[in-house]
């Protein structure tokens, strides 16, 4: 990765569910969000409670710079109706629910990590792969996170990217997600499937 280059990673997982109270995934959480202030980097997070959350407070912990994409359309509804933490350095209140705001979370990110997950996670994952976005995936954290292999390939009969990675060990998979930005820019047309030409592009 070019020095001094701050990437936007974008942190996604179980918001709820017993994921959210297994005592090694939240220790993997806390350890990927510290370890993505530590590097300088970025934290996005769709403003949720959870894994993302556990993650979000240590990288304010380990003094990061944070950004929540919030489904709400107020702070007022955020926090009331949605039930969910505000602290942030900086909320987006996009006022587009769940499933609008994960595109905007998606796309706002450089990479994304998934770590636990469910339904919710997986339609982020698809998003993701369907866009060609840098995927990190916290292997042995719950959820979907030891299935994302079985999903693409098993039943949908499509390839595990090259752009996509995997580690139980937080740190570890940051260095990888940081190397695979890197090697596989992002596409430039909303489709992640269209191939770009140089040709033309000046």
Do not use: W
């Not at 926090?79 to 900086?90: T, W």
């Not at 998003?127 to 042995?140: D, L």
């Not at 959820?143 to 139980?168: A, H, Q």
């Amino acid at each position: 990765m070019r020095p001094g280059r701050k990437l936007k990673i974008g942190v996604m997982g179980s918001a709820s569910g017993p994921q959210t109270e297994d005592r090694i995934a939240r220790k993997k959480a806390k350890q990927l969000g510290m370890e993505i202030a530590k590097r300088g980097h970025i934290f996005i997070n769709g403003a949720c409670p959870g894994l993302p959350n556990d993650a979000l407070l240590a990288a304010k912990a380990a003094g990061g710079l944070t950004l929540g994409i919030s489904p709400a359309f107020s702070q007022y509804e955020h926090v009331n109706e949605y039930l969910s933490p505000a602290d942030h350095d900086i909320i987006i209140f996009t006022g587009m629910g769940f499933m609008e705001r994960d595109i905007i979370n998606i796309r706002s990110s450089d990479a994304i990590i998934i770590i636990g997950g469910g339904i919710g996670t997986l339609n982020e994952l698809t998003i993701a792969y369907e866009e060609g976005r840098p995927c990190g995936i916290v292997t042995n954290s719950g959820g979907i996170s030891n299935s994302v292999p079985f999903v693409i390939e098993g039943l949908c009969k499509r390839k595990v990217p090259p752009n996509m990675v995997f580690d139980d060990d937080p740190k570890k998979l940051l260095m990888k997600i940081e190397r695979i930005v890197e090697q596989y820019p992002l596409p430039i047309h909303e489709d992640g499937r269209v191939k770009d030409e140089k040709k033309g592009r000046g």
